[in-house]
């Protein structure tokens, strides 16, 4: 009786690990309702075409993604803050050549609705 009971108890604190486990590494999808939805495209200033793998981090909150095939990128941010600073960072210096950072800092308040979101294009220069 002593071990079936130990047994539950293991077998409870494993299952609630590798829950806790899953939901750090996969995190939670965001909450539109308290979120703003900032997605745009990021080309090369020379050429006009879109630019894979800039890392787009978003500040105060720090997160970030990368561009895809297309240049694009989707991130929410908090709708609490009125102003947003978006960081381009070329993070693969050889596939696409080489692009200086750039910053840019977006306004918030001025959208109402929460269902609207926040579109930027930016054009990267090279080094």
Not at 16 to 37: H, K, N, V, W
Request: aromatic share 10%.
């Amino acid at each position: 009786m002593k071990r079936r009971w130990l047994r539950g108890v293991i077998g409870g604190l494993s299952f609630t690990s590798a829950l806790f486990i899953f939901q750090a590494c996969y995190g939670m999808e965001p909450d539109p309702g308290q979120d703003r939805l900032v997605e745009g495209k990021v080309t090369a200033k020379t050429t006009g075409l879109p630019i894979k793998n800039i890392m787009v981090i978003a500040e105060p909150d720090g997160h970030g993604m990368q561009t895809n095939e297309k240049g694009e990128f989707t991130l929410y941010t908090p709708s609490i803050i009125d102003q947003v600073k978006l960081t381009f960072e070329d993070i693969d210096f050889t596939e696409n050549g080489s692009f200086q950072s750039r910053d840019t800092l977006i306004s918030t308040h001025e959208i109402l609705n929460f269902s609207d979101s926040i579109y930027v294009n930016i054009t990267m220069e090279e080094k």
